[in-house]
C-alpha cells in the first residue's frame, strides 16, 4: 500500500492526559502498568511508580537527596 492509497486523518489525535494515582500528588503520570490487556491501565509519577527496579529506586534517592541538598544551601 502506498501513502496515497491511505484514507486521509479526519480527526485530530487526541491526547491522554494521565496524572499520578498516588493521594495527593499531582504530577504528570508518565509511567503506567497493567497485569493484562482485560485491566485498566494505572498511571504514576516516576517518584510513585511502584515497579522500578532496586537500582532504579537508589538513583532516584541519590537524585532527591542531592536536591535537597541544593535546595538548603540557597536558603
Given amino acids: 500500500m502506498r ?10 489525535p487526541q ?3 494521565h496524572y ?3 493521594d495527593g ?8 502498568n497493567s497485569p493484562s490487556k482485560a485491566v485498566p ?3 504514576w509519577c516516576w517518584e ?3 515497579h522500578k527496579s532496586y537500582e532504579q529506586e537508589q538513583e532516584l534517592r541519590r537524585k532527591l537527596e542531592a536536591a ?3 535546595r538548603g ?3
Fill in 48 to 50: 510513585h511508580f511502584p
Fill in 20 to 22: 499520578c494515582e498516588e
Fill in 3 to 12: 501513502d496515497t492509497d491511505k484514507p486521509a486523518l479526519t480527526n485530530a
Fill in 68 to 70: 535537597e541538598l541544593d
Fill in 41 to 43: 491501565v494505572r498511571w
Fill in 15 to 17: 491526547m491522554y492526559v
Fill in 25 to 32: 500528588c499531582k504530577e504528570w503520570g508518565g509511567f503506567g
Fill in 73 to 75: 544551601k540557597t536558603q
